[in-house]
């Protein structure tokens, strides 16, 4: 019997669970998959001028066999900016609902968020360095905003592995204190950064992409966090199993033949590398990993063959809605999207933390 076989049957749920799970699973993919594209469309369709359902599926149908817009219609509008956005808050939301089961499996923390492990907040400081400084940073490195996050997250990835690292092993306590002290520490360089920025609309750009915005979504910015939420996908269903038995203790996955040390270091590169890109293209959407991974362990179990594709599909569904409401909930102004998903998920937090505290 091979050790993955091991893990599979040791961690087993009951059969009666197990069903329910399965079957709570295809349930859940069945509505949340006609829900994304129902979201989707209406992303499309609504905003400071609306586009009716006919005319955005006419576009789309324009763009996709790459006719040219047609004039007096808002082809360009629906082809250029909306359905950019509106797949752009997918794939983030997709991403996030990832990093956010594989960061709390990785640390055994149900209130651990992708945010935890400091990498965001690198992502912050190399945007917020290139916006500010301009032909001081971005400029004189070559980077833009976006490759500029990008850089800055994988240096603060760089810095947390090292120290994480100091002394051997790799625990999670160690990583977390590791994640949250330089995470400090760059948060603190990026607030200096935005008190020197030269004038209002800079410093009103820099806090709008420090809470989050999809307002820069391009086509050709696509491609790299679509592609990297896919292989984070399949990279962590390969590890669904090992997943599983990290939940039930260090001692118990080694006895079922899992390499701990090792699948903590393949999770947290995962991670980390997706949350670099993630930020780069959104800026810091905060609570998306934290909520969505509960919402969905409550529907379909803690399994992660199950939780993993079912997070990442609701993920997509609740970060399209939610940039829609950033969009449309005041007439005059969008608020940026990590506003939207404060005001939702820390009461979701609190609730979480009172469950914890009545179990205890």
């Known amino acids: 019997m091979t050790a993955t076989a091991a893990v599979g049957e040791e961690t087993a749920e009951p059969v009666r669970e197990r069903e329910h799970g399965a079957a709570a699973a295809r349930w859940a993919c069945a509505v949340l998959a006609p829900a994304l594209l129902v979201a989707l469309t209406a992303s499309v369709c609504l905003g400071s001028s609306q586009v009716p359902l006919g005319e955005v599926w006419s576009a789309v149908a324009r763009g996709v066999s790459g006719g040219d817009p047609v004039p007096g219609t808002q082809d360009l509008i629906v082809w250029q900016l909306r359905v950019p956005r509106a797949l752009l808050a997918a794939v983030v939301g997709a991403g996030l609902g990832l990093v956010g089961t594989a960061v709390q499996a990785l640390v055994r923390n149900p209130l651990a968020d992708p945010y935890l492990l400091g990498i965001s907040s690198g992502a912050s400081l190399g945007a917020v360095a290139a916006i500010v400084l301009g032909a001081g940073a971005g400029g004189l490195l070559g980077l833009g905003l976006s490759s500029a996050a990008f850089a800055g997250a994988l240096a603060s990835f760089a810095l947390v592995w090292a120290m994480a690292r100091r002394g051997g092993g790799f625990s999670p306590l160690r990583l977390v204190l590791a994640g949250v002290g330089i995470g400090q520490f760059l948060s603190g360089f990026t607030h200096y950064l935005v008190l020197?920025?030269?004038?209002?609309?800079?410093?009103?750009?820099?806090?709008?992409?420090?809470?989050?915005?999809?307002?820069?979504?391009?086509?050709?910015?696509?491609?790299?966090?679509?592609?990297?939420v896919l292989l984070a996908l399949a990279a962590l269903l390969a590890r669904a199993r090992a997943l599983n038995a990290l939940l039930m203790g260090d001692e118990t996955a080694a006895s079922l033949g899992v390499e701990v040390a090792r699948l903590r270091r393949e999770l947290f590169v995962v991670t980390s590398v997706l949350t670099g890109v993630l930020v780069s293209v959104s800026g810091a959407i905060g609570f998306v990993g934290l909520m969505v991974p509960h919402a969905c362990r409550m529907v379909v179990g803690g399994d992660h063959r199950r939780l993993l594709p079912v997070a990442a599909l609701f993920g997509a569904v609740l970060l399209v809605v939610v940039d829609l409401v950033a969009r449309t909930a005041l007439p005059d102004q969008e608020l940026p999207v990590g506003v939207v998903t404060a005001l939702i998920g820390a009461p979701t937090l609190l609730y979480l933390l009172d469950q914890r505290l009545e179990k205890a």
Do not use: E, I, K, N
């Open 196 to 228: 020197q920025a030269g004038d209002d609309q800079q410093t009103h750009g820099v806090l709008f992409w420090l809470m989050g915005s999809l307002g820069g979504a391009q086509w050709s910015g696509l491609a790299l966090p679509a592609a990297a």
